[in-house]
Each structure stands twice: as C-alpha cells, then as structure tokens.
C-alpha cells in the first residue's frame, strides 16, 4: 500500500504540548480530500471512538463494546455483522476513493456510535480534541500485529504470491517507517490517565479479560451481571470468536473487488496468540524487526514493556 505525507489544518496542542510540525503523518494514497474531510467530521458527545494499530485486538474490543453499549444484545451480535454495527471510519474510501460518500456509514450510524479508526492522533477530527468523548486505544507487540496483518491482506488478495518474509522486508523499509506503530501508540499512552481515554494492551485482554471488562463498565459507565459476564466471556474466547461469522470481516471482505482475493484462505481470527511471531519469523527477521522497534523506543524513551503496561 502506498501512503503519502499530509498536513492537518490544525494539531491537538491542548491535548499533548510538543513540536507538532516535526510529526510526519501519512494517509493512504491518493489521498484527495479525505484527510480534511475527516478533520471536519461532527463528532458527537457521546461517540466512542476505538482506535488501534491494525490488528492489534480491534475486533475484540469492538465486540465487547457494543456489548456493553447495547445491554449484551447476544441475538443481534451473532445475526449482524461487527462492521455495520461498528463501522471502520476509513474503509469505505479505501475501497471507492469517493469522498463525498466516504463518511456516510459512521454518519448514519444511530447513537451512540461506536466507531473505529486506525488514524493517528493528529489525523482523526479536530472535534475529538475538543469535545473529548470516550476514546478505548489497545496496543499490542508490532511483531504480532505486522504477522496477522500479512494473512489478513493474503486474504484480500493484497499480498497474495508473497512470502512473509518479503513481506516484513518491505514493509521495515518502506510502511513501518510512515506509519510507525510506536509512535502511533504513545501518543494515546501519554493521554492514558485522562479521564475520558481508556489505554490497555492486548496482553492485558489475554491476561485477564473479565478485569479489562469490569474497567471498561467503569469507564462507560455500564453494569453486568454476573450471568451476562460469563455469557461476555465465552463469546468474546478466542474460539468462539473464530467461529463466529459476524466478527470474522466477512462483509468487509465481501467488498475488496481484487482480482487476487481469496486465492488463498486465512481466518481473519487466525491465531490470537501473544508472541505469536516467534512461530512465524526466522531469527534474522525478528532481530531486523526488533531493530527497527527500538530504535523508534530510544528515541521516544519509552519501552514495549511500559506501552503493553507490564510494568
């Protein structure tokens, strides 16, 4: 995919005080007027905006959020799919660059929306730093994410007749770069203790997901029974979850027009593991992959660890 470098009208100074002209951000090319018509958006008070590195445990906090928002509404979870439930900001204009229509599924979505986005801070609308409505950020280990990232373009047909290890090759020296998952993340890690930004990580979903739960109900301000988290849990394990046809993209999927997709066949829940990579990449591309990630670390002078919050 190929990406190029914008420049927003304005930058969340009041949310985060540094040297925002020195912050390259990108968006995927052609861009037109997308980034703008974004900056514009109406943001209500009550959305709640889920915002992730792709890949990185969106489904599963999508579904656990519209649980809790719609009263464990179980029927309607498994009869319709996550993505018109909860819509992907940038995904109608990734699939027919048509800005004019590009906003419509968030648009006509009845509130409270729940809406995801894997933009950067800087790239999503100016009203969010303003109006400050609930935004959920899950961060999870690059590697990981880059290596479900790859199966899931296969699928799309994206990356079909590529190996992995091309893959991660041209994604070190061409995507990571601009679109720097580091970076990315500490921008929301730094907002984590606001009131209105919830900040965990994907290792902390597969540690301990009835906690992550029992915050979030604190966060938005909703309550479970006990009957209703144990339902929550099973339908949000790995295997259900796998099974399910309304959190495995398939109406997305039935979108992407390629001529390549489906030639070759991966669960978008595929894996759920974390550290994952290590089954997947030789030594060399870990280390290669390892490289790049704490050299963006030193100098943000943060550490994986402090972003996973395992310390």
Known sequence: MEYEEVTPKSYPVNLIKKDWTQRKLYYTSPAKSMPNAIYNMEVLDNDIWIVTNPKSGTTWIQELV????????????????????????????????????????????????????????????????????????????????????????????FQYGKTLEQYMDELLEKEAPKRDPILHAIEFYQLRNEPWVYYTSY????????????????????????????????????????????????WEYGQVQHPNRGKEVHNFIRSGKVGGHKEELKAQQIEKADRFIEGRLQANQVTLEQLLLLK
């Open 66 to 157: 519209w649980l809790l928002m719609n009263d464990c509404n179980f029927d309607t979870a498994l009869s319709k799919d996550l993505e018109l439930r909860s819509p992907y900001l940038e995904f109608d204009f990734m699939i027919h660059r048509n800005v004019e229509r590009a906003l419509k599924p968030v648009q006509e979505l009845p509130s409270p929306r729940i809406i995801k986005s894997h933009l950067s801070l800087a790239l999503l609308p100016a009203q969010l730093w303003e109006k400050k409505p609930k935004v959920i950020y899950v961060f999870r280990d690059p590697k990981d994410a880059w290596i479900s990232n790859y199966y899931h373009f296969v699928n799309f047909g």
């Open 203 to 250: 290792n902390l979903m597969k540690q301990d997901l009835r906690k992550v739960i029992e915050n979030l109900c604190k966060f938005l301000n909703k309550t479970v029974t006990e009957q209703q988290m144990e339902r929550l849990l099973k339908h949000l394990s790995f295997e259900e979850m796998k099974n399910n046809p309304t959190t495995n993209h398939r």
